[in-house]
């Protein structure tokens, strides 16, 4: 997203573009993996998947999850990193149609896989449906947790269309229906700080085309 | 996170073979939970064997009228097997009543089996755990342990096997297929799967050095009713204080398993034959011989309140 003072200025350019300043003034840049990576990379493994149609190819420590291969490898930074214990959900993707905690997979074990992120979703000038309705309906106050929520209401629309049961199924042989206790349930491994979820729940109904 | 080697598995046999022969080797299939341990150096395997090229994906009929479960399956993908979601509904509801939906999606049958503790001792790398470190002590026992094990527990770990698959699996008389490191394959009943603490809390279970989960197999369906009564402090994504999983008759006999109290899934087969009689004539049995902490007495009452609601859904 553009600034509003500058609008080739981007939040994500700046803070890159200051990480590049400090290193270049002779201090050694963050590890991309975090404090946690405590030792130094070791011999790297080729991998290649999709992401958001595009092929992809790196070499990366096997350690890299999937989610620093897309923020720190691909720039993909619309995947936020909350817990990285995958109880928060802001790391959600979508991986071969389902939704994953992409902070607890290692980017190698996705060898030949289909990767959808928020930016796979779609464009500021051309917003997925349940993009929309998360601005429409006021879906969130802070945002961090935004693209993991609205790729996993995604993935739930689906999941509820292919007919999977839920904790909130009465008759688990039955078909089960987009309603508020459903969605409800499906979304509580994304936790939302700023207690969005009234809206969150307003947003997916639009978009499964049934009443809160 | 340790540096460690990586590999994809080629075969069964071979991967077990490998993972038997490499100190500090460990299979990964969906990874959530080893993934987790190892981002906090609980677990520090040196070496890592990936099962998903071995497509052990598949639910497949057997001879027996049962079903065989592949290692790889998806938790979702079992639970929402149409055999599954018929035949054995108390599996489908125990599986949906853990987790998270991204967690289910990603998890596996045998790494479901393999789960470690939530034991918040277990977790504190700065807390003596027996189970983490043999012979530090346990911090639990006289610590916070409203959430930890009432019964089987020893002097050394009061840690529950936190999962809600496996409850429902000791209920279907479940067994757990693997091949082991010298290349033989062996069955062993779900009852005799995971093991109680005893002196030796960090053992879970019977498996081998090097021995690879390859299948669980169900028996022909039971028939019934099939319950999976789940109780927490939080209505979804939490783990289970107590859990009942359940399948009862018309006449009123069933089975009983019950989640959240101890280091295996438990099950008294002997307490069962009360269960015409109500949960008041059959958890006592079940509970027999119960030590729980000043923190979780209220455990055991809730076994039998639980069940009471689980019979009384029955009769309705």
């Known amino acids: 997203m553009a600034s509003p003072l500058n609008p080739d200025v981007s939040r994500r350019g700046v803070i890159v573009g200051s990480a590049a300043t400090v290193a270049a003034g002779g201090t050694a840049p963050l590890n991309a993996q975090g404090p946690r990576m405590t030792t130094p990379p070791g011999p790297t493994l080729p991998v290649q998947f999709k992401v958001n149609g595009e092929d992809r190819r790196l070499d990366l420590d096997p350690r890299v999850t999937l989610l620093d291969a897309l923020r720190e490898h691909l720039q993909l930074t619309g995947s936020k990193k909350g817990c990285d214990h995958g109880q928060c959900g802001a790391c959600t993707v979508i991986v071969n149609g389902r939704r994953i905690n992409s902070c607890l997979s290692l980017a190698v074990m996705h060898e ?31 945002g961090y947790c935004t693209p993991g929520q609205i790729c996993s209401a995604v993935a739930v629309l689906d999941e509820i ?36 979820y ?11 085309g049934t009443r809160a | 996170m340790r540096p460690f080697t990586y590999e994809r598995a080629t075969s069964p046999e071979a991967a077990a073979a490998a993972a038997g022969r490499t100190q500090g080797a460990k299979f990964i299939a969906g990874g959530t939970n080893l993934l987790d341990l190892m981002k906090l150096e609980i677990e520090t395997p040196t070496h890592l064997i990936d099962i998903r090229p071995l497509g052990l994906d598949k639910i497949e009929d057997t001879d ?81 342990s409203r959430q930890l094990g009432v019964i089987g527990v020893s ?70 009713k099939h319950f999976y009564h789940k109780v927490r402090d939080r209505r979804s994504y939490a783990y289970a204080l ?26 008294v087969e002997a307490a069962e034959a009360a269960l015409p009689e109500g949960a008041a004539a059959v958890a006592p049995q079940i509970m027999a011989g119960a030590r729980p902490t000043e923190d979780n007495r209220f455990k055991v009452p809730l076994v039998e309140r639980t069940l009471a609601a689980v019979l009384a859904e029955a009769r309705s």
């Open chain 2, 155 to 224: 002097d050394a770990c009061i840690a529950t096997y936190p999962g809600d698959m496996a409850i429902a699996m000791r209920v279907l008389d479940a067994t757990v297929e693997t091949v082991k490191a010298d290349g033989e394959a062996r069955a062993i009943p779900i009852a005799d799967f995971h093991r109680l603490p005893g002196d030796a809390p960090h053992i879970d279970n019977v498996l081998e050095p090097g021995e690879l989960i390859t299948a669980v197999t169900l028996p022909r369906p039971l028939g019934g």
């Open chain 2, 242 to 267: 107590v859990s009942i999983a359940a399948v009862v008759q018309r006449d009123g006999s069933g089975r009983v398993g019950v989640g959240g109290v101890a280091h295996k899934p438990w099950r």
């Open chain 1, 161 to 196: 269309k292919d007919g999977i049961p839920s904790h909130a199924t009465a008759d688990v042989t039955d078909r089960p229906r987009a309603t508020a206790d459903e969605m409800r349930e499906r979304m509580s491994g994304n936790i939302c700080r700023c207690g969005a």
């Open chain 1, 112 to 142: 030949g896989d289909q990767i959808t992120t928020i930016e796979g979703l779609g464009t500021p000038d051309n917003l997925h449906p349940m993009q929309r309705a998360f601005v429409v309906h006021d879906g969130y106050q802070c």
């Open chain 2, 64 to 144: 027996e009228g049962g079903l065989r479960i592949g290692a790889f399956v998806t938790n979702t993908d079992l639970a929402a097997d149409r055999r599954v979601r018929r035949d054995y509904a108390v599996l489908s509801r125990a599986i949906m009543a853990g987790a998270s939906g991204q967690l289910r999606n990603k998890a596996t049958t045998a790494g479901n089996l393999l789960q470690r503790t939530r034991c918040p001792y277990f977790y504190d790398t700065n807390q003596a755990c027996n189970k983490r470190k043999p012979g530090s002590g346990c911090a639990a026992i006289g610590g916070y």
């Open chain 1, 198 to 208: 009234s809206n969150i729940i307003e947003a997916m109904s639009d978009v499964a």
